[in-house]
């Protein structure tokens, strides 16, 4: 089944400084989301992106949405301690019966 | 906070017992799913419930056991486990009948086979 898979997969940045991360994955998509998910905790919903959408706002959370390159990209701005964490992107597709595909994750961890 | 809760939050059990582990929403979400999650990996579909009828089973060997007493109420039965069946097990809920929404998880399960 289709995956988005992460790039890069592990990321240290300093308190303050900027947080990008990418997903990529293989057939058309209907939607594309991002989780959030602390060491040993249930992964949070951050955001979802329609496929004929391209870029969305949340609060410090900046997602692009490039269908003709099939990836995706989360920024986290002024980034926290707090924002230590695995993210994970999630793509659900007519080739994947509709199921929610997960990607492999990537962690950040924010040095205070 | 989450508004799935999951318990109990850890479960250390013997290859021969069974144990269940319990879910619980009250969004008025009609789907309600089981994820198993290993170390450092994204979590994997297991089971699917629709409005409380099982939808969709990934294959999942018959140790594990799901029941949906009803719309607010999700269980995994265990029985006969194996070490590798050790995993962190998340409970998830959305809207509608499922499958591609937005998803409301759980704390999760951690559970230990020994």
């Known amino acids: 089944s289709q995956q988005g898979e992460e790039d890069p997969q592990a990321l240290s940045i300093q308190e303050g400084e900027n947080a990008t991360m990418n997903c990529s994955y293989k057939t058309s998509i209907n939607n594309l989301q991002w989780y959030r998910q602390n060491s040993g905790r249930g992964l949070v919903h951050l955001i979802l992106?329609?496929?004929?959408?391209r870029e969305k706002h949340s609060g410090r959370l900046r997602v692009t949405l490039d269908t003709s390159k099939k990836s995706s990209s989360l920024l986290i701005t002024a980034s926290r301690a707090a924002d230590t964490a695995s993210y994970f992107c999630a793509t659900d597709s007519y080739y994947g019966n509709n199921r929610l595909a997960f990607g492999k994750g990537n962690q950040v961890v924010v040095i205070p | 906070d989450t508004e799935v809760t999951q318990t109990p939050k850890h479960l250390v059990m013997g290859m021969t017992n069974k144990k269940s582990l319990k879910c619980e929403q009250h969004?008025?979400?009609?789907?309600m799913y089981w994820y198993k999650q290993k170390a450092k990996k994204p979590p994997e579909l297991m089971f699917v419930y629709s409005y409380e009828k099982l939808s969709i089973n990934e294959s999942v060997p018959s140790r594990f056991s799901p029941e949906c007493p009803n719309s607010s109420l999700l269980n995994l039965h265990l029985h006969a486990l194996q070490p590798e069946d050790s995993a962190l097990y998340l409970c998830?809920?959305?809207?509608?009948?499922?499958?591609?929404?937005?998803?409301?998880f759980g704390e999760g399960s951690r559970l230990t086979v020994l």
């Open positions: 992106i329609r496929s004929n959408e």
């Open positions: 969004m008025g979400h009609r789907a």
């Open positions: 998830a809920s959305s809207q509608g009948r499922g499958l591609a929404g937005e998803l409301f």
